[in-house]
């Protein structure tokens, strides 16, 4: 198993460094001069070979990539245009934001799938099996938007029981908090619920079809114990593989979800950045969303290799 | 000239081998379709698909107003005369919603074809040759899916100018990946059959084999996917709307009339639910569609 996380850990390297190279890239590839797009309103000749000389745009590509690299390793994540303030701090301002929001819909998400799933499982081609897969089915048709839509129109201008858009932080009021993220993050988590149920009901079908069960339940193991102890267990690793395409699936989200429900987090702010067509700040909010990603992925690999016996344990010597 | 004929009156000629494989295949395509008659998830989706594209072409014919003119009727409910209600500048949301379908149709249909056009032969080259080719092709994929889905066709946009077609551009490429990596994996699936090795033994060309013996076996899994994806491209291409990087106004489009709505929402949340629900009924119908096909076409169940 250490072989396999090792490797696991190498491969990290150069996909973070293609990862970089792409969004460096990106910048370059928008229509029109880097330096044009720096200065905005701001621009004069003069001021535009000064930039040049300063910021280096005048080098080579791969040595104005390699300067880019230090100065993001450093946490100099490049500076707004238009307020110009540092955007690292702008960032990690709001990282915690939109990571309560993926977190609180994540488990959301799971609360849902996992009982569904099962209860769908263990009663194949029931109304309990139908209803589950019907409202699954459904939820990963509607679209994030709205989904937030109906939700505010439902909870929020309806009943009038939960706040439509707003946010307040973790530490002046943990109800008050809770309070605006529930929307948010049921919106997010619904889709997720959604495609997780069908996967786990899925599984948990063919794990219960499998010899290991059958002697449990033989041995007068009690059924509930056979189900979450035996049956459960092993169901639940495929959902782990998918675990970081479902939290991708949840980045993406939050960009539009942040912007239903006005939470101010990263996604909210890079299509703020890019209405304002403040292109640093966008090159940083995509940097790291798509860091995150690389992150989450590892995280959810190693944990499988942990979970899987298959893995874990080796295979046998052949 | 060689003929299933000649199959039935004489022991196989090895040089019909490759019709041989081809009887058999056809075969399999009889039963996938009366599986698929069968299956009524995937009736209601074809059903509701067709209904669609029908909506899409005829939508000049089909909707009551033009989805541009503006009345002073403003923010109506529905009634009689403006079957959805009216939006901000007096639109007959009803024409406007029928209008938008043509924007979802074309942009999830001609997305997907775009991503199966680049994406299999991509697959197939980098599975069959493998080698360095494989190391390339498949590096560049990884790094494409190193990225969210939705993160990628946002940065696309920002990179093309918001229209239409870029959308589409946008879309293909963020789906070329997987089914790029679909159709490898058949390829390397395929290889491994000793009848691969027969026919190459018997000198077939390359192309001959890629088209003959490789794609029939990932045509499959490629189906099914593509139909999923379909619905997927429309929310995105809704989702890209709505954030105002899509089609731009005065296009009718479903996402962006959505958001236009959301601001007028506590005058009249009608306007703001059609265009959501026209996206839910379209997206749920592709997948019904999808989920029927991969039902149809599930080799596990053609004991």
């Known amino acids: ?318 | 000239m060689r003929h299933e004929a000649s199959l039935a009156i004489a022991p196989p000629d090895l040089r019909d081998m490759p019709e041989a494989v081809e009887t058999i295949a056809r075969g399999t395509w009889a039963t996938t379709l009366r599986r698929l008659r069968r299956s009524k998830t995937a009736i209601v989706g074809l059903g509701i698909v067709l209904l669609l594209f029908l909506v899409a072409a005829l939508a000049d014919v089909l909707a009551p107003y033009s989805p541009t003119q503006t009345t002073p009727a403003s923010l109506t409910v529905p009634t009689w005369q403006h079957l959805m209600g009216t939006d901000l500048l007096g639109r007959d949301v009803f024409s406007r919603v029928l209008h938008g379908s043509r924007v979802s149709v074309y942009v999830g249909v001609v997305s997907i074809l775009l991503a199966i056009l680049v994406g299999i032969p991509l697959g197939m080259v980098a599975g069959f040759y493998g080698g360095r080719t494989d190391q390339v092709i498949m590096r560049l994929m990884d790094v494409m899916l190193a990225f969210p889905i939705f993160l990628l066709a946002i940065v696309i946009m920002v990179i093309l100018e918001p229209s239409t077609m870029n959308v589409v551009l946008a879309l293909a490429i963020v789906r070329i990946p997987i089914l790029a990596r679909i159709v490898r994996g058949s390829v390397l699936s395929v290889k491994e059959h000793e009848y691969i090795e027969a026919v190459e033994a018997l000198a077939l060309s390359q192309p001959r084999i890629l088209r003959r013996h490789v794609l029939p076996n990932c045509l499959a899994p490629i189906i099914v996917t593509a139909t999923l994806d379909i619905g997927n491209a429309i929310i995105i291409e809704a989702s890209l709307s709505f954030l105002g990087l899509g089609t731009q106004p005065p296009t009718p489009t479903w996402g962006w009339d959505l958001k236009q709505n959301l601001t007028m929402i506590e005058i009249n949340p009608w306007i703001t639910i059609f265009p959501g629900l026209a996206i839910l009924v379209t997206v749920l119908a592709f997948n019904l569609l999808g989920d029927g096909l991969r039902d149809a076409l599930d080799p596990r169940l053609k004991h």
Request: hydrophobic share 55%; aromatic share 10%; charged share 15%.
């Open chain 1, 1 to 318: 198993m250490q072989e396999y996380i090792l490797r696991r850990l190498m491969l990290v390297v150069p996909t973070v460094l293609g990862v970089t190279l792409l969004v460096f890239l990106m910048m370059h590839f928008i229509p029109g001069d880097p330096v044009t797009l720096l200065l905005g309103n701001n621009y004069t000749e003069g001021t535009a070979a000064a930039i040049r000389r300063e910021y280096g745009l005048d080098r080579p590509l791969h040595v104005q990539y390699v300067v880019w690299l230090e100065h993001l390793v450093t946490g100099d994540w490049g500076h707004s245009i238009i307020a110009n303030r540092p955007i690292f701090t702008d960032l990690m301002s709001r990282l915690p934001v939109t990571f309560e929001l993926i977190i609180l819909s994540m488990g959301f998400a799971l609360l849902v799938a996992i009982p569904a799933g099962v209860i769908a499982a263990l009663r194949p081609y029931s109304w309990r099996d139908y209803a589950a897969m019907t409202t699954a089915l459904v939820g990963v048709s509607v679209p994030e938007f709205f989904m937030g839509v109906l939700l505010i129109l439902c909870f929020a201008l309806a009943w009038e029981v939960l706040p439509a858009v707003g946010y307040v932080s973790l530490t002046d009021s943990l109800w008050g908090n809770l309070q605006h993220m529930i929307l948010p993050a049921v919106t997010l988590g619904l889709a997720r619920a959604a495609l997780l149920t069908r996967l786990i009901r899925a599984s948990m079908m063919e794990v219960i079809r499998l010899d290991y069960v059958t002697t449990a339940r033989a041995k007068g193991v009690r059924e509930w114990a056979v189900v979450l102890r035996h049956a459960l267990k092993n169901a639940l690793i495929p959902t782990v593989t998918v675990l970081g395409l479902q939290v991708g699936f949840l980045i993406g989200g939050a960009i539009v979800v942040e912007t239903v429900f006005s939470v101010p987090g990263v996604g909210s702010f890079g299509i703020g950045a890019i209405a304002l067509r403040d292109y640093p700040q966008v090159q940083a909010f995509v940097l790291l969303f798509a860091l995150g990603f690389v992150l989450v992925n590892l995280v959810v690999d190693i944990l499988y290799a942990l979970l899987d016996p298959r893995i874990k344990y080796g295979r046998p010597a052949s």
